[in-house]
């Protein structure tokens, strides 16, 4: 449990990356009012949340319905990790987990970004989205594994909607340097599980010997 808790907990704050988000928030919301921002926090968590703990619960049901099968989806699932945590190692975006350039632009033009980009891609990315299925179908037929893994990802949507709040400061306290070292660090553990998610994909699949 406590196993199963960790890897949860380091996944989903890799591929959300509530200080991030944080540094992204402060700077989208500079012209807000302290009560717009809660405002805005407020609703952008909870429609990341609820995206995410759907994409959880439904996520497997819907890829099997394709046809995907489990050692598929952990190969692939792997793959895109792996991806994200090469480019948190360099410190570079894709999309990923974050805006892209286009992304950013439009968001600065917009007076309310709970929805665009807060919630979406920022919180509820296709990182995160991936994760969170990927995770729960790793814990297929255990009803306490797939429990804990849920409330892993409400606990960095809790610590997201808490560093939002604290966006200034936490930009302020760390800067630039300490938010890319602490991204690097999450970077590389993200790609070691990355890998091993893509070990255990290929294991599964029955393409090479136990």
Do not use: C
Request: cysteine-free; aromatic content about 4%.
């Amino acid at each position: 449990m406590i196993e199963t808790a960790g890897l949860a907990l380091a996944t989903f704050f890799a591929t959300i990356g509530p200080l991030d988000i944080a540094a992204m928030f402060a700077a989208l919301t500079a012209n807000q009012t302290a009560q717009q921002k809660r405002s805005i926090a407020i609703r952008g968590s909870l429609i990341g949340m609820v995206i995410l703990v759907t994409f959880a619960v439904i996520g497997e049901f819907l890829l099997a319905g394709l046809g995907i099968s489990l050692a598929a989806l952990r190969a692939a699932g792997g793959i895109l990790l792996l991806l994200i945590g090469i480019e948190m190692v360099f410190a570079r975006s894709s999309g990923g987990t974050s805006t892209t350039d286009e992304e950013e632009q439009e968001a600065i033009s917009r007076t309310d970004i709970s929805v665009f980009p807060l919630a979406t891609p920022l919180i509820a990315g296709p990182g995160s989205m991936g994760a969170a299925i990927l995770l729960m179908a790793n814990q297929e037929g255990d009803v306490t594994g797939q429990a804990i893994i849920i409330a892993s990802l409400l606990a960095v949507l809790l610590l997201t909607f808490v560093s939002l709040l604290l966006a200034g400061k936490i930009q302020n306290l760390l800067g630039v340097t300490g938010m890319h070292v602490i991204t690097r660090v999450m970077g590389v553990l993200l790609s070691a599980l990355a890998v091993q998610f893509i070990f255990d994909g290929i294991k599964q699949s029955g393409l090479v010997g136990p």
